[in-house]
Every structure is written in C-alpha cells, then in structure tokens.
C-alpha cells in the first residue's frame, strides 16, 4: 500500500492565485512519485481552482472539515457530498485546532460516518494536549479513537485514516515534533486499542500517519520501524521545496520497503 503524506494548509494563503502557484509547485516535484500518494487540502474557497490545477495528476485534493447533514438550514457549513462533487478525495476531522472551537468526537463520529458512506476517506485527527508521567494521555487517545469510530463497521475501516497530531507538536506554537520511538510507542497502542475494538485484521487495515512539527530534517526518522503510513504536514506544506522533500523523503522510505 502506498505511503500518505497530506498537506493542511489552514486559513493560507490569502490569495487564490498564490494557492495556485504552490500547487502546481508540488505539481512539478510530484511528478515521478510511484510508491507515495500526496494529499493536498487546502481552505475550503480555494478547493475548485486547485482542484482544477490538479486536474490529470496523482496529486488528490482534500478538505480540512465537513457537516454531516446534505443540504438544509446550516449556516456556514459545507456537506461532504457537496465537497465529493467538487473533487475531493479526503476530509479531515477533528483537528485539534477544530477541537479548540469546540468540535466534539460525537461530531467527528457523525461526520466520519457520513464521509464513509459518500466513500471520501476520513483523516480522523486524535491527540493529546499534554504528556503525563502516569500515562494519562494514553487513556484519553483510547477515548477519541472509541468515541470517534463508534458503530463504524468492521469492514469499512480500510477507508479509515487515522492522524495521530500531539497537540503540544502541533503548529507554530509547538514545543517540537514527537522523538521517533515515543512515535514507535504511540502507533503500537493505536493499533492495540484498533484491535481491542475491530480486532486484529481490520485494526491492521487502518492507515495510520503522524503530523506535529514535521519537516525534512525529522520525517525520514518518523517512519524508521514504526508502521507508520504517511504523514500529515501542516506549516511545511505551504512551502513547495520544503514540503516536496518530506514528499520525495517519503517516497524514497516507501521504495526501501
Ligand atoms: C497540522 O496542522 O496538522 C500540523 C501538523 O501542523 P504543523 O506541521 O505546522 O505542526
């Protein structure tokens, strides 16, 4: 199965056309990848002009949220089928910097479900705001991943992302990227707590990436024994060498494999 590595470029940038010019950047380095699939999801306005940029390459488009209900009296919100019109391939879900605004994982369940039914895959974003000594973090990471995939069915988690996104790692206020065997460690217990719930072949089904603080110093190191599938990249993703490096760095790990 091929690698991941998604682009979450936020609020940025400001302008249509500069959003243009950093696809088709990626576009460019891009272009020979075989074993690495690159996600790009930028804001919501600009999805269609990427769309259209990436119109004949392997490059996907992505959103970085969705609403669960189709149509109707919602204000401001965007349905999952309305973005599946436009092109998109991957929503994500639950990033922490939506938690902030009071995203729940009851919503993140209702939209992942609606995700899987429209078959867009779902970027599940788990995470926790701090570490403890006494492992406090690791039953709060069990309670989003049961919370945010309940009732999903057994067959339908191979559709399944999962991106493990520490808080304190995340953006430009992160203290710094997670050290890569604390990452061994962390996608194991995913995987664990994947099993105790689906058992052990669809927890294995389910791709697991890695986002906080990653760049092309770090993100070869991520993927050394750890199992896992991509990576998400959030300020690194709107720069195109930089983020084309973490891609080729990724692409080069998926042809060792
Ligand atoms: C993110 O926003 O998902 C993210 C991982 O951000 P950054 O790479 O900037 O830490």
Same mark, same amino acid.
């Given at each position: 199965?091929?690698?991941? %590595?998604?682009?979450?470029?936020?609020?940025?940038?400001?302008?249509? +056309?500069?959003?243009?010019?950093?696809?088709?950047?990626?576009?460019?380095?891009?272009?020979?990848?075989?074993?690495?699939?690159?996600?790009?999801?930028?804001?919501?306005?600009?999805? *269609?002009?990427?769309?259209?940029?990436?119109?004949?390459?392997?490059?996907?488009?992505?959103?970085?949220?969705?609403?669960?209900?189709?149509?109707? $009296?919602?204000? !401001?919100?965007? *349905?999952?089928?309305?973005?599946?019109?436009?092109?998109?391939?991957?929503?994500?879900?639950?990033?922490?910097? /939506? /938690?902030?605004?009071?995203?729940? +994982?009851?919503?993140?369940?209702?939209?992942?479900?609606?995700?899987?039914?429209?078959? =867009?895959?779902? =970027? %599940?974003? %788990?995470?926790?705001?701090?570490?403890?000594?006494?492992?406090?973090?690791?039953?709060?990471?069990?309670?989003?991943?049961?919370?945010?995939?309940?009732? %999903?069915? /057994?067959?339908?988690?191979?559709?399944?992302?999962?991106?493990?996104?520490?808080?304190? $790692?995340?953006? *430009?206020?992160?203290?710094?990227?997670?050290?890569?065997? +604390?990452?061994?460690?962390?996608?194991?217990?995913?995987?664990?707590?994947?099993?105790?719930?689906? !058992?052990?072949?669809?927890?294995?089904?389910? /791709?697991?990436?890695?986002?906080?603080?990653?760049?092309?110093?770090?993100? !070869?190191?991520?993927?050394?024994?750890?199992?896992?599938?991509?990576?998400?990249?959030?300020?690194?993703?709107?720069?195109?060498?930089?983020?084309?490096?973490?891609?080729?760095?990724?692409?080069?790990?998926?042809?060792?494999?």
């Amino acid at each position: 199965m091929k690698k991941i %590595v998604i682009g979450n470029w936020k609020m940025n940038p400001e302008k249509v +056309d500069e959003a243009k010019k950093i696809a088709s950047g990626i576009v460019k380095v891009c272009k020979n990848l075989k074993k690495t699939e690159v996600v790009i999801c930028p804001p919501t306005l600009f999805i *269609s002009a990427i769309a259209e940029t990436l119109q004949k390459t392997k490059i996907s488009i992505g959103a970085q949220d969705a609403f669960y209900e189709p149509k109707g $009296a919602y204000t !401001g919100s965007v *349905s999952v089928a309305m973005l599946k019109r436009i092109g998109v391939k991957y929503i994500i879900l639950g990033h922490s910097e /939506r /938690r902030e605004l009071g995203e729940t +994982d009851e919503l993140v369940n209702k939209k992942l479900k609606v995700c899987l039914k429209n078959k =867009v895959t779902p =970027v %599940v974003c %788990v995470g926790e705001k701090v570490r403890d000594a006494h492992g406090y973090y690791l039953a709060f990471i069990k309670k989003e991943i049961e919370h945010s995939l309940a009732g %999903v069915k /057994r067959k339908d988690l191979k559709d399944v992302v999962i991106a493990y996104e520490p808080v304190w $790692a995340v953006g *430009s206020k992160a203290l710094k990227a997670i050290e890569a065997s +604390d990452l061994s460690e962390m996608v194991i217990y995913i995987k664990r707590t994947l099993t105790d719930l689906f !058992g052990p072949a669809a927890a294995q089904s389910v /791709r697991i990436l890695y986002g906080g603080s990653v760049n092309k110093e770090n993100a !070869g190191e991520f993927f050394n024994g750890s199992g896992l599938s991509g990576l998400l990249v959030g300020r690194d993703s709107l720069d195109v060498k930089k983020f084309g490096d973490i891609v080729l760095l990724t692409e080069e790990v998926a042809s060792i494999k």
